[in-house]
């Protein structure tokens, strides 16, 4: 039979400490024979066997963890095997993208460079553009100083040409009436202003002085021959201004008493003051042609005094 103490020795550690306590202190027991007694042996071996029994349990318990940790670490180096097959083609697409990269890095220093350039080319037409814009300017002001010498040109080319018409229609008034009047005679204003003063206000007095021409005459086309003044506005471009100038002034003529018929005469007319004198019923003579004459002679008379001839 072994000793108690080569048994403590095939147990655990911390089996063994109480146990050979145990012993210690049935040794020291002085009551007590120096060796244990047969029932406290059995109950002894019973206690060892349990705890064989639970080391074995555990032990099995502790391959099933080994087996299932070693089966874990396969698929762990699997894993890994993978995770380096996808480091190695992580890395071949990092040096791809590294590459391409690179020459992205090189294109964009050359669009950076070509950038440069154009920026300067841009701040040289810039300053192109204001020496430009400086030089439109200084010209806009020349052109519109010529402009203003031009209009004034015209303005006295047009009042020079304006005075030369009254004088041809002045001079050539029996050419220009003869065959709607008889009698014709020019008129000087100091002929009527007595007799406008007396009749109209200062303003329409004002207005019916700045009248261009005055022609007085009998009308060929009735049989008493009536006397009749042409109240005319004379310009190279008869446009409607000189229509409605020269109906109002007729119109302060025969407030006075004149039987005043509107006249507009000219080389050319436009299309607004040829409907304002068939409008308003104004004699229009054109480069010797006329127009609106009945209408006109109905101004000066609304119930004729006789029958045309």
């Given at each position: ?15 063994r400490?109480?146990l ?8 020291n ?6 060796t ?10 019973a206690t ?24 874990a ?8 095997s ?6 190695k ?19 964009v220093d ?8 154009l ?11 204001t ?7 200084q ?25 030369m ?5 002045q001079r050539?008034?029996p ?8 009698r ?17 206000s ?55 008493g004149f ?8 080389e ?12 308003y ?29």
């Amino acid at each position: 039979m072994q000793s108690y103490q080569a048994i403590l020795k095939e147990l655990p550690e911390q089996w063994r400490r109480p146990l050979l306590d145990l012993a210690e202190a049935i040794q020291n027991n002085a009551g007590q024979a120096l060796t244990p007694t047969h029932r406290e042996f059995i109950e002894l071996k019973a206690t060892m066997a349990a705890y064989q029994l639970q080391t074995d349990t555990r032990l099995a318990r502790l391959e099933e963890v080994v087996i299932e940790l070693a089966e874990a670490q396969k698929q762990t180096e699997q894993r890994v095997s993978e995770l380096v097959q996808a480091q190695k083609q992580t890395d071949l697409r990092v040096d791809t993208l590294t590459e391409r990269l690179d020459t992205l890095t090189q294109r964009v220093d050359t669009l950076t460079q070509r950038v440069d350039t154009l920026t300067q080319r841009v701040e040289e037409l810039t300053e192109v553009q204001t020496q430009t814009l400086l030089s439109m300017q200084q010209l806009e002001k020349i052109v519109g100083e010529l402009t203003i010498r031009v209009d004034k040109l015209n303005i006295r080319q047009d009042a020079v040409i304006g005075d030369m018409l009254e004088l041809r229609y002045q001079r050539h008034a029996p050419g220009y009436f003869g065959n709607l009047l008889r009698r014709i005679r020019v008129l000087s204003i100091t002929d009527v202003e007595d007799r406008l003063e007396e009749h109209l206000s200062k303003g329409e007095f004002d207005d019916a002085l700045l009248t261009d021409l005055l022609i007085s005459g009998r009308v060929r086309d009735f049989a008493d021959n009536p006397e009749v003044v042409l109240v005319l506005e004379v310009s190279f471009v008869i446009d409607q201004q000189d229509v409605e100038r020269a109906n109002r002034r007729a119109a302060l003529f025969r407030k006075a008493g004149f039987a005043a018929i509107p006249v507009v005469a000219g080389e050319q007319i436009t299309t607004g003051a040829e409907e304002a004198a068939a409008a308003y019923g104004v004699l229009q003579v054109q480069n010797g042609h006329r127009a609106y004459w009945p209408q006109a002679l109905q101004q000066a008379f609304p119930s004729s005094p006789a029958s045309p001839t």
